[in-house]
């Protein structure tokens, strides 16, 4: 049974630049969730996507957008880069149990 | 919506001690609840989930947590720590669904020695 895999590990992009990280889901889940977790803090929910569809979202603005993929892998697409948006972006898959697994993270820096 | 609190911040302890962290949340309508342990520089790993049945739920590593519906909690408690159980630990709850998690601040357990 694999585990949820996250890519890049680390990157660092200027403000206004675009960013897209990529993630895939545990054999077996369907559903694929994505948090940003700021430093010190508790992960906050970007949104869901479930059967390629976004069917869940947070309180975030447009610009962070997301696909998912008929294998079940998604993508986290952030426009307009700000340097609030520096953050460990973390991606969850889950099945019928509502056990999520989450992946080890992407360290986002924005300068 | 739904909300978590996270009573402390930091909680040490000592080695072979026991400990509880402590977690309160609001919420509506009925909910499952999460507890995971995040290790520095890693992501998150499930400790012991609550959806429904026995009220205390037993987890990974000798970890357990009570449900308590009138109190609106899920403490976490473990009855002997080891100095490997040093990170920080977040409750999370969610409705189902298409909600995700909501998660507390965490919690950071400090083991002396």
């Known amino acids: 049974e694999t585990g949820v895999t996250q890519s890049p590990t680390h990157l660092i992009k200027t403000r206004g630049q675009q960013v897209t990280l990529r993630c895939s889901s545990q054999s077996g889940h369907n559903t694929v969730s994505w948090y940003q977790q700021a430093l010190g803090q508790g992960p906050q929910f970007i949104f869901q996507y479930y059967r390629e569809e976004e069917n869940g979202r947070g309180n975030f603005p447009p610009r962070f957008s997301g696909l998912q993929f008929p294998n079940y892998s998604s993508e986290l697409n952030v426009n307009a880069l700000e340097l609030d948006d520096s953050a460990l972006y973390l991606c969850?898959?889950?099945?019928?149990?509502?056990?999520?697994?989450f992946g080890s993270g992407t360290r986002l820096t924005v300068v | 919506a739904q909300s978590v609190t996270q009573l402390d911040s930091q909680v040490p302890v000592f080695e072979e001690a026991p400990v509880e962290l402590r977690c309160n949340y609001s919420?509506?309508?009925?909910?499952?609840l999460f507890w995971y342990v995040q290790y520095p520089n890693q992501g998150l790993q499930l400790l012991l989930k609550y959806l429904s049945g026995s009220t205390l739920v037993k987890g990974i590593n000798g970890f357990e947590a009570e449900f308590n519906k009138s109190q609106t909690s899920f403490h976490l408690r473990k009855p002997s720590v080891h100095i490997s159980d040093t990170a920080e630990y977040f409750c999370a709850v969610s409705r189902g669904g298409a909600d995700g998690l909501t998660f507390g601040k965490g919690t950071h357990l400090i083991i002396q020695p």
């Open positions: 969850a898959s889950s099945g019928i149990n509502y056990g999520y697994t």
């Open positions: 919420s509506s309508v009925s909910v499952y």
